[in-house]
C-alpha cells in the first residue's frame, strides 16, 4: 500500500537561511508526488508536483523539489526562507488513490 | 475569485444530530473531493466525484454520504453524528482526474459532543 513520510513534526530555520523539507514515499510504481501548503486557519495550496521527466520539479513561491527514487524521495527546498514561509507543509503522492503526510510545521525566526 | 467555497465555517454538534456540509466551486471543475484532516495524520479522503452525477468513496467513508448536486455543488452529509467525526472538513476540486486535488476551501472546523 502507497504510504508517506514526513520525518520531521517541526522545523525552526532563520529567515534568510536554506530549507530543506523532508518527505519520503512507498509505493509500487512510478508515483506521482506532490507538495502542499496550509496557512493557518486555510485549505492547502498546490505548491508543485511531479509526474515524469525531469526529477528536479519548481514550483511556486520559490521552491523546488527533486525526486530520487533510489531513494523514496521527493524533499521540497528553498533557498532563502522569508517569513510568510511559516505553513504547514504536506507532501502526497499517488495516482488513483492520493495519501497525505502528516505534515511538517514550519517556524521562521527574524 | 472565489474558487472553492465551503459553508459553514464552524459547527457544533451534539452525538447523533445529522447536518449537511456545502461545497461550491465556480472553476467548471469536473473532479470533487471531501477530505478530513485531523491532527498529525494528514488528509484523509472520504469521498470524490469524477463527474457530475458520480460519486466514490475514498479511505474513510463510514459515516458519511455525498450528493453532487451538480457541477458546481459536492455536499458531504452526517446522517447520525460521532466524537470521532470532530475534524476539519475540507472540499477540493480539480479540472480532471482522481485523487489530485488542486484548489482547497478554507474548511469546516467541526465538534461533536
Known amino acids: 500500500a502507497q504510504s508517506v513520510t514526513q520525518p520531521d513534526i517541526h522545523i525552526t530555520v532563520s529567515e534568510g537561511a536554506s530549507l530543506e523539507l523532508r518527505c519520503n514515499y512507498s509505493?509500487?510504481?512510478?508515483?506521482?508526488l506532490f507538495w502542499y501548503v496550509q496557512s493557518p486557519g486555510q485549505g492547502l495550496q498546490l505548491l508543485l508536483k511531479?509526474?515524469?521527466?525531469?526529477?528536479l520539479v519548481q514550483g511556486i513561491k520559490g521552491f523546488e523539489a527533486e525526486f530520487k527514487r533510489s531513494q523514496s524521495s521527493f524533499n521540497l527546498r528553498k533557498p532563502s526562507v522569508h517569513w510568510s514561509d511559516a505553513a504547514e507543509y504536506f507532501c502526497?503522492?499517488?495516482?488513483?488513490?492520493?495519501?497525505f503526510g502528516a505534515g511538517t510545521r514550519l517556524t521562521v525566526k527574524p | 475569485n472565489a474558487g472553492v467555497t465551503q459553508t459553514p465555517k464552524f459547527q457544533v454538534l451534539k452525538t447523533g444530530q445529522s447536518m449537511t456540509l456545502q461545497c461550491a466551486q465556480d472553476?467548471?471543475?469536473?473532479?470533487m473531493y471531501w477530505y478530513r484532516q485531523d491532527p498529525g495524520m494528514g488528509l484523509r479522503l472520504i469521498y470524490y466525484?469524477?463527474?457530475?452525477?458520480?460519486?466514490d468513496k475514498g479511505e474513510v467513508p463510514n459515516g458519511y454520504n455525498v450528493s453532487r448536486l451538480n457541477k458546481r455543488e459536492f455536499s458531504l452529509r452526517l446522517e447520525s453524528a460521532a466524537p470521532s467525526q470532530t475534524s476539519v472538513y475540507f472540499c477540493?476540486?480539480?479540472?480532471?482526474?482522481?485523487?489530485?486535488?488542486?484548489?482547497f476551501g478554507d474548511g469546516t472546523r467541526l465538534s461533536i459532543l
Open positions: 477540493a476540486s480539480s479540472q480532471s482526474g482522481r485523487g489530485q486535488p488542486q484548489h
Open positions: 509505493y509500487g510504481a512510478t508515483p506521482y
Open positions: 511531479y509526474f515524469s521527466g525531469d526529477t
Open positions: 502526497a503522492v499517488g495516482k488513483g488513490d492520493m495519501r
Open positions: 472553476m467548471n471543475h469536473n473532479s
Open positions: 466525484s469524477a463527474s457530475e452525477g458520480t460519486t
